[in-house]
């Protein structure tokens, strides 16, 4: 058997100003071939999943592309077309099973569904492929993606602590469906609910009660069921919650699974909504609490969200507010970088950070933070993961510097990076447990590092494109009526047509 293994994963945040061009989707771009192989065997990743998967059935390997990238603005036409070009020229050689790893809220310069119009692509080449397809919760479902594929499963956990499950669950259903002991049959549907991501906590509710459904109807005989949180700043028509269940050749059991789910997340949809409390407040409240580490999660200008993650919101009231002994990242900001490179290792400078992003989509320009202190560490950026997201994976967060002002250290990248591992702060020498406060550019994926040994988690409603503020962004493609947006929602509205 010839298996195909494929990533291209993105989260597009359509009102991000950050651009997508090919060069971030790797250290240099894509991994290609054996390059490919190499960087996701061993990793925690669904593609990490299906190499294992298909040794262990001692099946050929293809690895034609392993593209990931940091959410962010629309991907670059040239580039996805480049990534799946490398799919489908693979694909059309011949092939016995295609596995792939993707996102789901992929938005491209010139179309709104990338994974759909992928999947598309490859079934007029291979009408008859069984194909795999592994998705991350924050997917925004269309019928194209489901119609396209054999077996779609995605992550049941948000921070994302089970991509490996979810691929391991996928090919393994696609490899019983070959041997043709199971037969899929794919139900999908969503609700007119614009879930907020920093309500989908999967040990929290109402997200934890959505993922239970799936599990049970796993565990009553589904192949998969995953409950979709969907991505909210994503403008276009399909964004929002859903559902997609696998079943075994019983298309109306499939169903019955799925309208159980969506309905306990439309009785329940108030609590997908996020209330923020004012920024002052939050600070105020830290400022209180002596026993640290406190996190203050700048959740609005996080790399997670596709936000720019230079916005100085929060570390500017924080200051303001007399905080001290801040560890701060990452900021990214190539500029300040640069400078601090150039004063090296000791050297005081004074910097403007952050705000060199226009935010064009909410009528906000960059502020930069004028700053002085001495560089700390010169870094290239680079770690391994080692915590329980993205396992195994090789991070890359371009040249990195570190800025000590006397009350806050600060990591400065070149590029986006998430907060999701101690490695952000350890590879640069900063200790993150000895700092009293910790200025986190996150929303859920400090939970498994940080939360373990933090005293105090304060959620810091800053500015940015991954704001839980409606009010602050222009939908124009959306499917209206949609909950909390418009007035009289009611639950089949503006439902897909799965
Ligand atoms: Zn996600």
Redesign the pocket.
């Given at each position: 058997m010839r298996a195909v293994i494929a990533m291209m994963n993105h989260?597009t945040n359509t009102f991000s100003p950050v651009p997508t061009p090919l060069e971030v989707f790797g250290k240099h771009g894509p991994y290609h071939g054996a390059a490919a192989y190499r960087a996701m065997k061993g990793t925690r990743l669904p593609m990490g999943a299906y190499i294992d998967l298909c040794e262990q059935a001692g099946w050929e390997i293809i690895t034609p592309v392993a593209a990931i990238a940091p959410p962010s603005g629309p991907v670059d036409a040239r580039a996805y077309t480049q990534i799946c070009d490398a799919i489908i020229d693979t694909v059309k050689n011949g092939c016995d099973a295609l596995f792939l790893d993707l996102?789901g809220?992929m938005v491209v310069q010139n179309t709104d569904d990338g994974e759909g119009t992928l999947l598309e692509r490859i079934r007029a080449v291979a009408p008859d492929l069984p194909i795999a397809v592994a998705l991350?919760?924050?997917g925004n479902i269309t019928d194209a993606i489901v119609r396209n594929a054999t077996v779609v499963a995605g992550?049941k956990t948000?921070p994302?602590v089970d991509m490996y499950e979810a691929g391991d669950l996928a090919g393994r259903v696609l490899m019983r469906a070959m041997r043709g002991e199971v037969k899929p049959v794919m139900a999908w549907g969503n609700r007119p609910i614009l879930a907020q991501?920093l309500c989908m906590n999967t040990d929290a509710q109402p997200m934890k009660g959505f993922i239970d459904l799936a599990k049970q109807a796993e565990r009553e005989g589904a192949l998969a069921a995953t409950g979709f949180g969907g991505?909210p700043t994503a403008d276009i028509r399909d964004a929002g919650l859903s559902a997609i269940v696998v079943a075994d050749g019983d298309a109306q059991q499939a169903q019955r699974w799925l309208d159980r789910m969506l309905d306990y997340a439309w009785e329940r949809r108030a609590d997908f909504i996020y209330h923020a409390e004012p920024l002052e407040q939050s600070i105020a409240r830290a400022k209180g609490m002596k026993q640290g580490p406190v996190l203050l999660l700048d959740h609005c200008d996080n790399t997670?969200s596709g936000a720019a993650v230079d916005v100085m919101k929060v570390l500017r009231m924080a200051l303001e507010q007399g905080l001290s002994d801040i560890a701060v990242g990452p900021v990214r900001d190539a500029e300040s970088v640069e400078r601090m490179i150039r004063a090296g290792v000791g050297q005081q400078v004074s910097i403007d950070l952050g705000g060199k992003t226009d935010m064009p989509a909410l009528g906000l320009k960059g502020e930069p933070l004028p700053l002085t202190g001495t560089v700390r560490a010169i870094t290239d950026g680079e770690y391994t993961i080692t915590g329980p997201q993205l396992t195994g994976m090789r991070a890359h967060m371009g040249r990195t510097a570190v800025l000590d002002t006397g009350t806050a250290v600060v990591v400065v990248t070149e590029r986006s990076q998430e907060p999701w591992d101690l490695g952000v702060f350890t590879s640069v020498g900063i200790d993150p447990r000895r700092h009293h406060y910790l200025l986190l550019k996150s929303r859920m994926y400090y939970r498994p590092i940080f939360l373990p040994f933090a005293k105090a988690a304060i959620e810091c409603d800053g500015i940015g494109v991954g704001s839980s503020n409606y009010k602050l962004f222009p939908y124009k493609k959306l499917r209206r009526p949609m909950y909390p947006l418009d007035q009289n929602v009611q639950p089949q509205s503006s439902a897909g047509n799965g």
């Amino acid at each position: 058997m010839r298996a195909v293994i494929a990533m291209m994963n993105h989260e597009t945040n359509t009102f991000s100003p950050v651009p997508t061009p090919l060069e971030v989707f790797g250290k240099h771009g894509p991994y290609h071939g054996a390059a490919a192989y190499r960087a996701m065997k061993g990793t925690r990743l669904p593609m990490g999943a299906y190499i294992d998967l298909c040794e262990q059935a001692g099946w050929e390997i293809i690895t034609p592309v392993a593209a990931i990238a940091p959410p962010s603005g629309p991907v670059d036409a040239r580039a996805y077309t480049q990534i799946c070009d490398a799919i489908i020229d693979t694909v059309k050689n011949g092939c016995d099973a295609l596995f792939l790893d993707l996102h789901g809220a992929m938005v491209v310069q010139n179309t709104d569904d990338g994974e759909g119009t992928l999947l598309e692509r490859i079934r007029a080449v291979a009408p008859d492929l069984p194909i795999a397809v592994a998705l991350d919760l924050h997917g925004n479902i269309t019928d194209a993606i489901v119609r396209n594929a054999t077996v779609v499963a995605g992550y049941k956990t948000y921070p994302h602590v089970d991509m490996y499950e979810a691929g391991d669950l996928a090919g393994r259903v696609l490899m019983r469906a070959m041997r043709g002991e199971v037969k899929p049959v794919m139900a999908w549907g969503n609700r007119p609910i614009l879930a907020q991501t920093l309500c989908m906590n999967t040990d929290a509710q109402p997200m934890k009660g959505f993922i239970d459904l799936a599990k049970q109807a796993e565990r009553e005989g589904a192949l998969a069921a995953t409950g979709f949180g969907g991505f909210p700043t994503a403008d276009i028509r399909d964004a929002g919650l859903s559902a997609i269940v696998v079943a075994d050749g019983d298309a109306q059991q499939a169903q019955r699974w799925l309208d159980r789910m969506l309905d306990y997340a439309w009785e329940r949809r108030a609590d997908f909504i996020y209330h923020a409390e004012p920024l002052e407040q939050s600070i105020a409240r830290a400022k209180g609490m002596k026993q640290g580490p406190v996190l203050l999660l700048d959740h609005c200008d996080n790399t997670a969200s596709g936000a720019a993650v230079d916005v100085m919101k929060v570390l500017r009231m924080a200051l303001e507010q007399g905080l001290s002994d801040i560890a701060v990242g990452p900021v990214r900001d190539a500029e300040s970088v640069e400078r601090m490179i150039r004063a090296g290792v000791g050297q005081q400078v004074s910097i403007d950070l952050g705000g060199k992003t226009d935010m064009p989509a909410l009528g906000l320009k960059g502020e930069p933070l004028p700053l002085t202190g001495t560089v700390r560490a010169i870094t290239d950026g680079e770690y391994t993961i080692t915590g329980p997201q993205l396992t195994g994976m090789r991070a890359h967060m371009g040249r990195t510097a570190v800025l000590d002002t006397g009350t806050a250290v600060v990591v400065v990248t070149e590029r986006s990076q998430e907060p999701w591992d101690l490695g952000v702060f350890t590879s640069v020498g900063i200790d993150p447990r000895r700092h009293h406060y910790l200025l986190l550019k996150s929303r859920m994926y400090y939970r498994p590092i940080f939360l373990p040994f933090a005293k105090a988690a304060i959620e810091c409603d800053g500015i940015g494109v991954g704001s839980s503020n409606y009010k602050l962004f222009p939908y124009k493609k959306l499917r209206r009526p949609m909950y909390p947006l418009d007035q009289n929602v009611q639950p089949q509205s503006s439902a897909g047509n799965g």
